[in-house]
């Protein structure tokens, strides 16, 4: 009679360990109804005469045709800036940590540069944007870039005040900009976008914030590749309306 009740539990407990065993995985971690506020909102506009959505200070925004009826700009904006006045090797120089190239804001370059403040002038029209500052980058080979960084309004209190919102413009070669997590020391995770020739990128305060941002090589500098067409980006920092 033991003998049976023994039998009879051992075989019970061995169909608790095969239904365990074969117990899938759970892909829902919680079942709990919320509001999330996203790290990072990604919008997406292909209205090329307005931006006509609500900014958000976690959104980053992207435009692919504001600049689609525009040709040849990335050679152009090149030309003009060769054209000026100043010698070229002392115009544009190496930056963050020679990365890549820049065009010296010291020198009074853009006044003689109508296409560079054509497309800043679209750029302010197009988000209702109280520019600030501009700057134009060249990564004239595949392995120049950007290194993580944050916007002087994360740090600085003062431009803060006064700068809410980044707004970059790609031109020539299909480079990435990525956005490195900043506020959790645990984690550095990445999230990328390829930016093709004439797209428009932006982010907001919150962004640049709680993430770095850069632009990634192409290529190491052991692999001595140059590319066929380089990129520039012309980059704005202002002021736009946005929810608190």
């Known amino acids: 009679m033991n003998r049976n009740i023994i039998k009879k539990d051992n075989s019970k407990e061995n169909i608790k360990i095969v239904e365990k065993k074969n ?12 509001k999330y506020i996203p790290d990072m909102k990604i919008q997406f506009s292909t209205n090329n005469i307005k931006y006509d959505n609500i900014i958000d200070p976690n959104d980053v ?7 689609q009826n525009d040709e040849n700009l990335y050679k152009n904006l090149l030309k003009e800036v060769f054209a000026t006045k100043y010698n070229k090797k002392e115009l ?9 190239l820049i065009v010296d804001d ?10 560079f403040n054509y497309v800043v002038d679209k750029i302010a029209n197009y ?9 134009m980058n060249w990564y004239q080979y595949d392995t120049d870039h950007k290194f993580f960084h944050h916007d002087a309004a994360a740090i600085k209190p003062h431009i803060a005040k006064k700068q809410n919102f980044t707004v970059g413009v790609s031109f020539g070669s299909t480079r990435e900009i990525a956005f490195q997590v900043a506020n959790h020391k645990d984690c ?16 907001s305060k919150d962004v640049n914030i709680n993430w770095k941002h850069g632009v990634l090589p192409k290529a190491l500098k052991e692999e001595n590749i140059k590319t066929e067409k380089g990129r520039i980006s012309i980059i ?5 309306e946005m929810n608190k």
């Open 23 to 34: 117990r899938k995985p759970k892909n829902t971690e919680s079942f709990e109804v919320k």
């Open 61 to 67: 925004i992207l435009v692919p045709n504001l600049f």
């Open 92 to 100: 544009i120089i190496p930056w963050h940590e020679e990365s890549h």
């Open 106 to 115: 010291n020198y009074d370059w853009k006044k003689d540069c109508p296409i």
């Open 127 to 135: 988000f209702s944007m109280d520019i600030k500052a501009t700057r």
């Open 188 to 203: 550095r995770n990445i999230v990328s976008i390829p930016l093709k020739d004439g797209t428009t990128y932006c982010f």
């Open 236 to 240: 704005v920092w202002g002021y736009v």
